[in-house]
T-cell receptor, first 110, second 114 residues
Framework: EAQVTQNPRYLITVTGKKLTVTCSQNMNHEYMSWYRQDPGLGLRQIYYSMNVEVTDKGDVPEGYKVSRKEKRNFPLILESPSPNQTSLYFC?????????FGEGSRLTVL | AQSVSQHNHHVILSEAASLELGCNYSYGGTVNLFWYVQYPGQHLQLLLKYFSGDPLVKGIKGFEAEFIKSKFSFNLRKPSVQWSDTAEYFCAVNAHNYGQNFVFGPGTRLSVLP
């Protein structure tokens, strides 16, 4: 089954404790991206990747890092999380312009 | 920079009523346009998309949208809503000259009363 898988789905952490949200897709898509969803703001793009070793900033990259060492994986790294990064995060991959989303990861930073 | 606006924050309808959700974008070049739906507690799913050709596009579950280039609009319609259409709807734009930077609107929450 074609899918985008994110882990963890839910996480509560404390300010400053580094965390990684993993994202994996099995559709051989070259393009992958990360979004955060906040009430009233819709989805905002954090980072995207056009292919292995190629990443670029989206609209809200501050406080986040990404890497793309393999085509299928695109982890999102929060080196020092802060409360304003409490949000619902979605990973997506794309072929021919259509985005396929993961189930989402709800992150709470205390 | 690209931006997407959606006319309504929250729409409440009774079953069988007609639906139209507005979407406008700010980019003047060639664009790909999308409507995504997010059912409660779920991830976003594609409803329909416009890349080129006929400006009236049909999607899943009886939804359709019309691209009006002169108005920079891509409004979503459904002639008769059902309770199961209760969800949040997002309009999104991908401008060709902006690579793969998809921009989403803030979303419209639709509540359909049985």
């Amino acid at each position: 089954e074609a899918q985008v898988t994110q882990n963890p789905r839910y996480l509560i952490t404390v300010t400053g404790k580094k965390l990684t949200v993993t994202c994996s897709q099995n559709m051989n898509h070259e393009y992958m991206s990360w979004y955060r969803q906040d009430p009233g703001l819709g989805l905002r793009q954090i980072y995207y990747s056009m292919n292995v070793e190629v990443t670029d900033k989206g609209d809200v990259p501050e406080g986040y890092k990404v890497s793309r060492k393999e085509k299928r994986n695109f982890p999102l790294i929060l080196e020092s999380p802060s409360p304003n990064q409490t949000s619902l995060y979605f990973c997506a991959s794309s072929l021919s312009g259509e985005l396929f989303f993961g189930e989402g990861s709800r992150l709470t930073v205390l | 920079a690209q931006s997407v606006s959606q006319h309504n924050h929250h729409v409440i309808l009774s079953e069988a009523a007609s639906l139209e959700l507005g979407c406008n974008y700010s980019y003047g070049g060639t664009v790909n346009l999308f409507w995504y739906v997010q059912y409660p507690g779920q991830h976003l799913q594609l409803l329909l998309k416009y890349f080129s050709g006929d400006p009236l596009v049909k999607g899943i579950k009886g939804f359709e949208a019309e691209f009006i280039k002169s108005k920079f609009s891509f409004n979503l319609r459904k002639p008769s809503v059902q309770w199961s259409d209760t969800a949040e709807y997002f309009c999104a734009v991908n401008a060709h000259n902006y690579g793969q930077n998809f921009v989403f609107g803030p979303g419209t929450r639709l509540s359909v009363l049985p």
